[in-house]
Each structure stands twice: as C-alpha cells, then as structure tokens.
C-alpha cells in the first residue's frame, strides 16, 4: 500500500511551499509541489514609473533582498536601450558576489546542513580527536582540542536549556544520519561560526546601497558617489573596508566552508545517485566583465543543456516569444485565452483563479489545479535552475575556470561527473560557484579601484533619465542569475508608466507544479525514487527539497490514504 | 549625486563616537502585504519625527538574517511588529522579551521569523533588551500597499510609546 506524504513547510520566502509524496516500499513513486500562497507584486506595479519597480520588487523576499532590485533595473534599461558605465557594473558585480556569499554559506549552515549533520551525536564526540579532523583538512586557526571541548561545553547547555529550536525540533539518531560524531561536532561548530560571519559579508550592501536590508539601486547606474577623499561618499576607507570583507569571505569559503563540503560528502555518496530529477538545466548568465550587453563576456556563461548533454549548450535568448512561456494548467489562474495556452511573460497575465480547497484541507486536488506558481517551460522543457544548472552550463560551454573548479572538486571526491546529477551534487555546485565567487569579487574590487585611479568615477549616466526621452512604447527584459537560479523580470512601459511586469523567479522553475503535458518540474522529478525510511520523519525528502534551497523552515504533517493524520513531526527548522 | 551612507562597524565615517547606550528603533514588515508592514509604516513616521541623538531608526523590512548584525551589535532595541493575536485590528500592546519564546510566532510573511533570529543572537552571544511593541491586525492583505484605517490609527500611539521607551 502506498503513503500520501504531505510535507508542509512554512516557507517565509516566495510564499508557502507544499510537497505531496506517495510512498511505496520504502521509496518515492510520485510527487507534487505547491505554492499555496498567492504573489501578487504584478498587479502593485501596473501603472507605476518603471524607475521605481525595483524599490517594491525587492521587498518581495527579505533572503536575497538584492536580487528582485537588480533584475528590475536591468528590465527598464534593456526596455529603454540604457549603458550603465564600467563602476556601476562592478559595484553591482560587487553586492551581487556579497549576496551569493552570504546567502549560499547560509544555505549550506543554516538551512541545510543539519539534514546531514547530527547535533546530539556532536555531544558525544571526542573534542581532540574533533581537533585533529579539523587541523587535517584545513589550516582554519579554530580548532584547537580546547576550543572544541569549550564548544562542547556550550552546545550541551543550549541542548539542556531545550528553549533553542534547532536542538529540539529534528530527527537526530535517525538512520539516515551517517557521520561520525568528530564530525558533527565540527559542523555544529562551523553552523555557529558562520552564523557570525554572514554579519559581516552583508556590509558591502550598507555600503554600496546606503542600507540594507533592501538596499538602494538605480536605473542607469548606482546611487552611490565614488570620491576617495569624501566623506560622504564611497571613499578610501569604505573601500578599504569592503576589500578587508571579500578577503575574509574567501577565507572563510577556502578554510572552512568548502573543506567541510569535501569532509562531509564522502559519508552521503549514496546521494549522488537520488534526487536527480530533470535532465534539463537553464541558466541566464551574470556577472559581466564588460558591459551587459556583452553576453559572451559573463563570468556565469549563458545557455541550456538538455537532456543531461554536456557536449552541447543551446542558446538562450529571453527576449524570445518561443524561449520562456508559462502555463497555468495546474495554477490558480485564468487567462483570457483559455487553458492550455502558454504566454510569453511580455504577454503574461496575471488572474487569480483559486480553485482548491477551503484550509485547512488535508490534500490538495493533484489532478487539477493544485498551486500558486504557474509553470514555466523553456522551449517546452522542464528546467532546473540554480548553482548545478549554471555549474553545468559553464562546464559544458568549455569555461576555464567553471571546468577546473568542477574537476578540482571531482578529484577529491574521487566521483565522475555523473554524480553532479543528484541531490549531493547540487549542493557540492553550490560549493564549487561560491569559492568562485569569492575569487571573482577580488578581481572586481580590484578593477574598480583600478578604474578610480585611473580618474574615473563614473557610477550613473542620466541618458534616459527623464520621460520625455523615452519612446511611447518599449518592452525589456531584466536577467539575472540570483544564488536560487535564473531569475528575469519582463517590463512592458507604454507612456511612461508600467503597462505589464512579469516575474519568472528561480522557485516558480523548480517548484513549479506540472505542466499541461504531465511534465513534472524540477522538485517533482527529483524527489521520485527517494528513500524514504521512516514515513513519519521523511529526512530525506528534506534532504532532496533543501538541496534546491528552498529556504524554508518545515512542518511535515503526515496523512494515510484516506487522508486522516497519521501524525506530525516539526522538521528541521531554519535555526 | 552624493547619499549619505550610515555603514556599520569600522567603516563609519570619522565622527565623533556614537553615543555608548544608542537604542535602536526597528520596524520590521512585508509592505506588500497591507498591514503586515505596519512596522515599516510606523518606521516611516518616526522618520519625520525628531529624536534624540542616541536613537537610531532603522527599517528591517523582511531583512531576515540580514538583521542579525543590528540585533547583535544593540543592547537595547526596540522593534516594532505586527501580530495576529485575536486583539482588535490597530490594538497596540507592549511586551519585555527576555527569550525566543517571548516572540509572537512570524506572522507568515515574514522572511525568517523573529524567533528564529532571536534564537540565532542567543546562540552568539547574551540577548540585548528588547521592547516589544505590537500592533494588532486581522489579515494579510496580497497587493496591498496601505494600511487599513484602524491599524493606520494606530500608528500615533505606537510613536507615543517609542518616545517614552527612549527617555
């Protein structure tokens, strides 16, 4: 007999998340996604000056706060054919890098590794043998036996205190949990490290946007002034500053981050054959070095790989009206022209249409419409975006140094490259992009203090600025690549105001519910095949659904066949 | 064009030092959601307000971790937040929150809920003192960007209390 599993979490990011599985002998035979809670930032906008979008974009998720704000400007100066000068691509190059820092080593402490990482087993661990692991796989100066016997110590108050959620609510002893408790005491120790670290890295914003969260961003530039002996402005010592925070990044991503990846994944090689799920990775492409309009120039290359084909890479263009189309088959929406269409965002709609049950239900009526996202295809394909999709997409593309990361991290794990396609292997490219990142933001900081002794401080140009300079229609498309995946904002401006705003965010490619095909999307496809060994704490689907970084905090209620409650577990909560 | 930044840690501008017991003033909210950012609305008009020197105000929005540093970096603050307690719409109340538990669970539109950032200053160091000042409302309102009017009545009463919390 099979097990409906309904996982519920309480995701505060792009709304609710909800995941139905069925559950036969032990593994996943299908599964469903669902966002159950409504967005509605398409609608605030209509009407609005296109020069403002991205101040309500970016209150749409409080994670990657940065990301909606660049993909909005990015929309209107594609619409309106704007340059932004070489400073202003760095520094947005900048607090793009500060972002992925933070956000991917919070992922993988904070919402993500205590899927892999058993705190309770951390207090039985012998803290010097902690110690000589630790000072075996880097040169981090924390990891003397005293200061993991000290460790130790604190752990085991906050566990006895039993007012800390993250001690309490989890599956620790579960079988699934496969380190020895050495290393869980180092993952504990690195879960708070980083925890003080990611307070740090989020200044570049302070410092380039005026404020965070939610920092400050323009069209036509960055609302900062560069003058080295002004106090007011980006200065010598703010600049200064933000040097001393990359370095520190990259030495946190060298020493402790990536090497607890390496330590961590050899225990979980099972995992690099569960989770696949679609064989189709997109990716925009960002970080330019020279300019936005030079695609071929971006550090994260732009392209898809289909069908896991990684001698090939087809072009992406998002401005194509046969390129990115989303249906609402399974959504709560309606479009003017009927089921079964799919429109181009230039052409989206954006028309409740809920159908579902009355909450609170037991099960969502899977068969119709069962979801708050519509369902994106790119080209009629179901796509993965994300670190694995860009890692991919750069390694198949013949980029230096994506490939050497990769092959670097392979070696390692002494792992084919067929392991990338896998719940393990998203979360080891997550790794990979972020120690690329941290090497990449140097290279910026070092070509903007290079384009400022050279004399320029350029960082807007008011070409376009005002209306009157625009024409009475023009449609854009802002791209971008946020630390979730391929993310785009498509703006329709006609008479100077917004006339449609699409978004397609990286949840809505992964979470997205099927299509009118019956082509599962990213989450479904993955977690089929899932072990699940203990039906009421279902780790490993969080295991699979955390990889994507949904970041969400989880409670999983679990329902029998006819739909009454079996029983319900809290699941790894966000801390 | 020049921006007045107020960058945290060293990367302040060479000012005079910031009074020692500086208190933060945070409002925290999604402004998309009508009433659930009551907290940044109220943020807004303490903005237009004067204020003592050692008070500093600062809009949390769904600033999720990203709010972490100011939490930890304050030992006194006050935040101001929305609640679904039952409470009619534009109640407001006051609280001393001594731990995570003291926190109203997140309202839901909130990206990582206070507690869980509680939780996380607790594991790095000793709480700050914290006042709590709560407005109650009803419902969260999709595409909403103004407040409904007994939660937007509120909000004199919520400057009111800051004013005599800050001394």
């Not at chain 1, 965070?212 to 080295?228: D, K, Q």
Request: contains cysteine; hydrophobic residues 40%.
């Amino acid at each position: 007999m099979s097990t409906r599993i309904v996982v519920d979490p309480i995701t505060r990011i792009e709304g609710h998340l909800r995941i139905e599985a069925e559950v036969k002998d032990g593994r996943i035979t299908d599964a469903w996604s669902a966002g159950t809670m409504v967005r509605g930032i398409e609608t605030i906008l209509k009407g609005r000056d296109p020069r403002d979008a991205w101040a309500f974009t970016e209150r749409v998720c409080g994670v990657c706060t940065t990301v909606h704000a660049l993909a909005s400007v990015r929309s209107v100066e594609d619409a309106l054919g704007v340059a932004v000068p070489p400073n202003a691509e760095l520094i947005r190059n900048l607090m793009f890098c500060a972002q992925y820092l933070q956000d991917h080593v919070v992922h993988f402490y904070h919402l993500h590794a205590l899927d892999w990482v058993d705190v309770v087993s951390s207090l039985k661990a012998d803290p010097a043998e902690a110690s000589r692991i630790a000072q075996s796989i880097s040169n981090w100066p924390k990891s003397s036996p005293q200061y993991f016997h000290d460790l130790q110590k604190r752990l085991t108050a906050f566990v006895e205190s039993g007012q800390l959620g993250i001690f309490a609510n989890a599956y620790w002893g579960h079988p699934a949990y496969k380190l020895p408790p050495e290393v869980n005491l180092i993952g504990v120790a690195h879960y708070l490290e980083a925890l003080e670290w990611q307070k740090e890295i989020v200044k570049v914003h302070t410092i380039f946007g005026g404020k965070n969260p939610h920092p400050n961003y323009l069209v036509g530039g960055v609302p900062c002034a560069l003058n080295i002996d002004e106090a007011n402005a980006i200065n010598a010592e703010r600049l200064a500053y933000v040097g001393r925070l990359f370095e520190e990044a990259a030495r946190f991503v060298e020493q402790v981050y990536l090497p607890d990846l390496l330590a961590i994944a050899p225990f979980y090689l099972d995992w690099a054959e569960i989770g696949g799920g679609v064989s189709n990775y997109l990716c925009y492409g960002d970080l330019p070095t020279n300019g936005f309009a030079d695609v071929a120039r971006f550090k994260f290359p732009r392209g898809a790989v289909l069908d896991r084909d990684l001698s090939k890479v087809h072009p992406v263009d998002p401005h194509d009206p046969d390129g990115v189309r989303e249906s609402i088959d399974h959504s709560w929406y309606s479009y003017n022209g009927g089921e079964g269409k799919a429109l181009h965002p230039w052409d989206g709609e954006t028309k409740f249409n809920y159908t579902g049950p009355k909450p609170p239900y037991d099960n969502l009526n899977v068969g119709g419409k069962y979801s708050w996202l519509k369902t994106p295809r790119w080209k009629g394909h179901a796509m993965e975006v994300g670190p694995l999709a860009r890692m991919l997409v750069g390694y198949a593309s013949g980029n230096q140094e994506i490939k050497d990361a990769v092959t670097e991290t392979l070696a390692a794990l002494k792992a084919p490259a067929a392991v990338l396609f896998s719940t393990l292997g998203r979360t080891a490219a997550r790794g990979i992009e972020t120690r690329l990142i941290a090497r990449w933001a140097t290279e910026f900081y070092s070509q903007l203090l290079a384009n400022i002794r050279n004399g320029d401080s350029r960082t807007f140009t008011k070409e376009k600025w005002e209306p009157a300079t625009w024409p009475a229609q023009a449609r854009g498309v802002g791209a971008s690549e946020a630390p979730r995946g391929a993310l785009a904002h498509w703006i329709v401006i006609k008479d100077q105001k917004i006339e449609n705003y699409q978004l397609v965010v990286p949840s809505t490619w992964n979470a997205s519910p099927r299509d009118g095909q019956g082509q599962r999307s990213p989450y479904e496809a993955a977690l089929i095949g899932t072990p699940v060994h203990d039906p009421t704490q279902p780790l490993e689907i969080l295991r699979t659904v955390h990889s994507f970084d949904p970041c969400l905090a989880c409670a999983v209620h679990l329902y029998d066949d006819r739909g009454g409650r079996l029983g319900a577990a809290s699941t790894a909560p966000v801390l | 064009m020049v921006v007045s930044l107020h960058p945290g840690g060293q990367a302040a501008p060479a000012a005079p030092a910031p009074p020692p017991a500086e208190v933060l003033v945070l409002g925290v909210g999604n402004l998309l959601v009508g009433d659930e950012g009551v907290g940044v609305h109220a943020f807004r008009v303490l903005e237009r307000e004067t204020w003592p020197p050692h008070v500093r105000l600062v809009d949390g929005g769904t600033g999720g971790f990203h709010l972490l540093d100011l939490l930890c970096s304050h030992a006194r603050i006050i935040l101001i937040d929305a609640t679904r307690d039952g409470a009619p719409p534009g109640t407001v109340a006051q609280f001393r929150a001594r731990v995570a538990a003291d926190f109203p669970p997140a309202l839901g539109a909130h990206d990582i809920g206070l507690r869980d950032l509680i939780t996380a200053a607790a594991l790095l160091g000793p709480l700050p003192e914290i006042d709590v000042i709560t407005v109650s409302i009803a419902e969260l309102k999709p595409m909403t960007l103004e407040l409904s009017a007994p939660v937007a009545a509120a909000l004199p009463e919520v400057s009111r209390r800051v004013r005599t919390l800050v001394g």
